[in-house]
């Protein structure tokens, strides 16, 4: 009964928006609570129909590392879900939910239901990798400027799960080729901060130079008049 109600009000509505309120949650008492802890690209996105006849979107995740029980086909692929989406004429909005880009670097805290890897309490369990000069840093979806629930160094994220977790991650085997694209990948990242650090003082210098010319120009002036003033008054004598 419970599954004929829910597909009917899913397919007599076309849009059908759920309301959710957030409350702050730790890093360290989310890693606790979550079963499965994974740190991946994001390779795609994809709406569907749940057994129950709900919308969901599953994301697929190219893992780095990651802690917890998983099956061995999960190791190279990682299926993660989370409610809502939008299907065709249909959608499901749930307010919340944790948004993903194909590309993007993230952090994901998970739960097992039915079977299934579902993102734990919506966006505050996606977090995304950006990077700090040379420091990759978590940053939380929903309450990205909560120290205690955001901005994280990712190592010290390791080091504070392994610890929480008692265990270690498990890490992707990566081929020869993968390896060199990331090391390519690196290079080119850290070859376009040297120069954006290059062009950033360059600038600064530019304007320096500026600064202390207009001021010598000020200071020439003053000395012009200074002098103008002395040579009228002996004229005058």
Same mark, same amino acid.
């Given at each position: ?41 994001? @390779? %795609? ?5 749940? &057994? ?7 994301? *697929?995740?190219?893992? !780095? +590392? ?87 160094? @990712? %190592? ?5 799960? &392994? ?7 498990? *890490?992707?085997?990566? !081929? +020869? ?61």
């Amino acid at each position: 009964m419970r599954n004929l109600i829910i597909n009917l009000v899913i397919f007599m509505v076309p849009t059908l928006a759920i309301g959710t309120t957030f409350s702050p949650i730790s890093i360290k008492k989310q890693i606790h609570e979550s079963e499965i802890i994974i740190e991946a690209e994001v @390779l %795609s996105t994809e709406a569907m129909r749940d &057994e129950d006849g709900l919308i969901v979107t599953k994301v *697929t995740l190219l893992p !780095d +590392k990651w802690i917890g029980e998983v099956s061995p086909d999960s190791e190279n692929i990682f299926e993660v879900y989370y409610p809502g989406g939008i299907l065709g004429d249909s959608a499901l909005n749930v307010e919340g939910t944790p948004q993903f880009e194909v590309g993007e670097h993230v952090v994901v805290m998970t739960k097992m239901v039915d079977e299934k890897i579902y993102v734990r309490n919506l966006g505050l369990g996606k977090f995304s990798v950006k990077k700090f000069g040379t420091k990759d840093i978590i940053v939380n979806q929903i309450f990205p400027n909560i120290p205690n629930v955001s901005q994280m160094k @990712l %190592s010290r994220f390791y080091d504070l799960t &392994e610890w929480v977790k008692k265990g270690e991650f498990k *890490t992707r085997f990566k !081929d +020869k080729y993968e390896l060199n694209q990331e090391k390519q990948s690196k290079s080119v990242r850290t070859r376009s901060e040297t120069q954006s650090r290059a062009i950033a003082s360059a600038k600064e210098q530019v304007r320096a130079n500026r600064f202390s010319t207009y001021w010598l120009i000020i200071i020439l002036g003053i000395i012009s008049f200074i002098g103008f003033i002395i040579r009228k008054r002996n004229n005058e004598k």
